[in-house]
C-alpha cells in the first residue's frame, strides 16, 4: 500500500505562482510514473503533468511554459511548480503514482486562481 501526502494549494492572484509537493509513503520500490491531474468543478479530472522513471515529462498543452514537475527520489516526492497561473488553472489538484502496475491517487488539494 502507497499512502500519498500534497501540499501546497490555496488561492493566488492571476500571474503568480504555487508549489505543490505530493510525498508518497508506504510499499514503495520504484516508481513508474509520477504525475499531477486536476480537477475544474463540473469536468473530468484530467492529465497537467507527468514525470516518468526515466526522467522524461509530458504536460498538457494548457501548462507548458508555465508548470514545472519535478521529482526527488530520495524523498519519493513529485513537485509541480506553477508560474504565470490563470483562472482556468483553477481545480482540485490531485497527485497520482504507478507503482508495481498500480495506480495511486492522492486526496486532492484545491487550487484556486483569483483574476
Known amino acids: 500500500q502507497v499512502q500519498l501526502v500534497e501540499s501546497g494549494g490555496g488561492l493566488v492572484q492571476a500571474g503568480g505562482s504555487l508549489r505543490l509537493s505530493c510525498a508518497a509513503s508506504?510499499?514503495?520500490?520504484?516508481?513508474?510514473?509520477m504525475g499531477w491531474h486536476r480537477q475544474a468543478p463540473g469536468r473530468q479530472r484530467d492529465m497537467v503533468a507527468i514525470?516518468?522513471?526515466?526522467?522524461?515529462?509530458n504536460y498538457a498543452d494548457s501548462v507548458k511554459g508555465r508548470f514545472t514537475i519535478s521529482r526527488d527520489n530520495a524523498k519519493n516526492t513529485v513537485y509541480l511548480q506553477m508560474s504565470d497561473l490563470k483562472p482556468e488553472d483553477t481545480g482540485v489538484y490531485y497527485c497520482?503514482?504507478?507503482?508495481?502496475?498500480?495506480?495511486?491517487w492522492g486526496q486532492g488539494t484545491q487550487v484556486t486562481v483569483s483574476s
Open positions: 508506504g510499499s514503495i520500490f520504484s516508481f513508474n510514473s
Open positions: 514525470i516518468r522513471n526515466g526522467g522524461s515529462t
Open positions: 497520482r503514482v504507478m507503482t508495481a502496475g498500480i495506480v495511486y
